[in-house]
């Protein structure tokens, strides 16, 4: 199986940006132990990440022409508004699944919709870098 992970908006600065909501952990560390996890199911994981939301779309449909079999969307910020994301999501006819480092229920209101959510099978929030992992397995199950 071959999964595409897709983070959003200033997930690359994990490990700097508010420690006390989304942990020490670097964004480096976060993706080596994801592929670490992904080995050890079998899984091909490939990373990327973006602060454009136009980037993020080109990502998410390549994931069709390039025949990933899952993806799971990190999409940040662009989780509350972004329309053009979650067109993209349902577009290519892939299992998605989103995730959220935090439990964005408890954060702010305008944190509480989640307008690309619609478009994946589930959404993972508020377990850190292990919704990826969880959302891996859903993925694996959801395809078998």
Do not use: W
Not at 20 to 30: A, Q, R
Not at 86 to 95: E, F, Q, R, T, V
Not at 126 to 143: C, D, P, T
């Amino acid at each position: 199986m071959k999964f595409l992970i897709v983070n959003g908006p200033n997930i690359n600065m994990l490990g700097i940006r508010e420690k006390n909501v989304y942990g020490d952990k670097t964004y480096e560390s976060i993706c080596n132990y994801i592929r670490s996890e992904g080995k050890k199911r079998n899984v091909h994981i490939d990373i990327v990440q973006n602060n454009i939301e136009g980037e993020i779309i080109n990502y998410i449909q390549d994931a069709h022409f390039e025949n990933y079999d899952g993806v799971i969307i990190n999409p940040g910020a662009y989780t509350h508004y972004s329309i053009a994301i979650y067109d993209a999501l349902k577009s290519i006819n892939i299992p998605c699944i989103e995730v959220h480092l935090s439990n964005i229920y408890k954060r702010e209101e305008f944190r509480h919709k989640s307008v690309t959510a619609p478009a994946c099978i589930g959404q993972i929030s508020g377990l850190g870098e292990y919704g990826y992992i969880l959302a891996m397995e859903g993925l694996i199950n959801f395809i078998k």
